[in-house]
């Protein structure tokens, strides 16, 4: 069970990453000239902030969510723990794409609900395992 925990931290490690390279591309006609349209400009332009906005919005709450999961790993991996931490990855996949290719910031709300009620949870099963835990 431990290695599910793990996989889910893995794949938004994953998420990132493909976040960062979507970035790059979205910026390289600006930066590198690659890509630009024949009249000189960006075609990413409108989406390049939006893209941006996303990867830092994976270093803010996402934070609660390793850290909670490294600490279960430590306590006791459970399998409420694995589902709500795959629920937290599924809602920062969807998440993303709200944020990047569309304007519906309602939508994007209710989705990162489900992102914060899922880190919510495990943060409670970590208070649940740590008191039981001889450690504590």
Do not use: K
Not at 100 to 112: E, K, P, S, Y
Not at 116 to 124: D, H, N, P, S
């Amino acid at each position: 069970m431990p290695q599910a925990l793990i996989l889910s931290m893995a794949a938004h490690v994953a998420l990132s990453a493909f976040l960062y390279v979507l970035l790059t591309a979205a910026r390289a006609p600006a930066v590198w000239g690659i890509g630009h349209r024949s009249d000189g400009t960006n075609p990413w332009a409108a989406v390049e902030p939006r893209i941006s906005a996303n990867l830092s919005n994976q270093f803010e709450w996402p934070l609660a969510f390793h850290a909670a999961c490294l600490i279960l790993l430590y306590l006791q991996v459970s399998p409420a723990a694995f589902a709500l931490a795959w629920v937290f990855v599924a809602g920062r996949l969807l998440h993303s794409a709200v944020q990047i290719f569309t304007h519906n910031v309602r939508l994007r709300g209710i989705v990162f609900t489900i992102n914060f009620l899922a880190v919510l949870g495990l943060w409670i099963l970590v208070v649940m395992a740590a008191g039981r835990s001889p450690v504590a």
